[in-house]
């Protein structure tokens, strides 16, 4: 099965832009879709499709991808951005579904 | 508001039995694709199964198969996850999670409910 790779953890300063990377071979056919979750939450979907944002997210939280790599950029971050942020796509074998290994966001 | 309500947590020895379910409103249940997704504790998160909207098809991580069965049943608006031949690595928040968009099953998980809890311990 396939896997999605993402950093365990970045920081970034208030205000400033923050991108977090998925890689994985299954990102070449399919997007990634993006979720914040915060300590003992849920997860929210932020970004779906090619960049796509749910309704109530803030334009703040865009998403790329170019080959094997998919991107969440965060640009302006807020300190209520702080959370763990985690890929998925469709698994390269059909109808499964993986996610990544999750990238811990602080704001300083 | 969407809402998305899970139960049927809670502890059982390995090789026991469980029956999740979720109590889905505030959409159409019937349109969209559900899926279950878990969390073991202080770790990520792994797709479990999907279910179309109309049952016609469902699907499973290999990590369940064989082992949980998804099922729906639209007229109640619920989702259900029957869990058999329990594993202690199966001990994690089970959430119910609803496919974004109506129509195609495209895998995009939103929203989510809060979580149920399954401990798998002897």
């Known amino acids: 099965s396939s896997e999605l790779t993402q950093d365990p953890a970045v920081s970034v300063a208030l205000g400033q832009t923050v991108r977090i990377t998925c890689q994985g071979d299954s990102l070449s056919t399919s997007y990634a879709s993006w979720f914040q979750q915060k300590p003992g939450q849920a997860p929210v979907l932020v970004i779906y499709?090619?960049?796509n944002r749910p309704s109530g997210i803030p334009e703040r939280f865009s998403g790329s991808s170019s080959g094997n790599t998919a991107s969440l950029t965060i640009t302006g971050t807020q300190a209520e951005d702080e959370a763990d942020y985690f890929c998925?796509?469709?698994?390269?074998?059909?109808?499964?579904?993986?996610f990544g290994t999750g990238t811990k966001v602080t704001i300083l | 508001e969407v809402q998305l309500v899970e139960s049927g947590g809670g502890l059982v020895e390995p090789g026991g039995s469980l029956r999740l379910s979720c109590a889905a409103s505030?959409?159409?249940?019937?349109?969209?694709?559900m899926n279950w997704v878990r969390q073991a504790p202080g770790k990520g998160l792994e797709w479990v199964s999907g279910i179309r909207s109309s049952s016609s098809d469902t699907y499973y991580a290999d990590s369940v198969k064989g082992r949980f069965t998804i099922s729906r049943d639209n007229a109640k608006d619920s989702l259900y996850l029957q869990m058999n031949s329990l594993r202690v690595e199966d001990t994690a928040v089970y959430y119910c999670?609803?496919?974004?968009?109506?129509?195609?099953?495209?895998?995009?998980?939103?929203?989510w409910g809060q979580g149920t809890l399954v401990t798998v311990s002897s």
């Open positions: 998925n796509s469709r698994d390269s074998s059909g109808n499964h579904y993986v």
């Open positions: 505030g959409f159409t249940f019937s349109t969209h694709s």
């Open positions: 999670a609803r496919d974004f968009s109506s129509g195609p099953y495209l895998g995009w998980f939103g929203p």
């Open positions: 499709g090619k960049d």
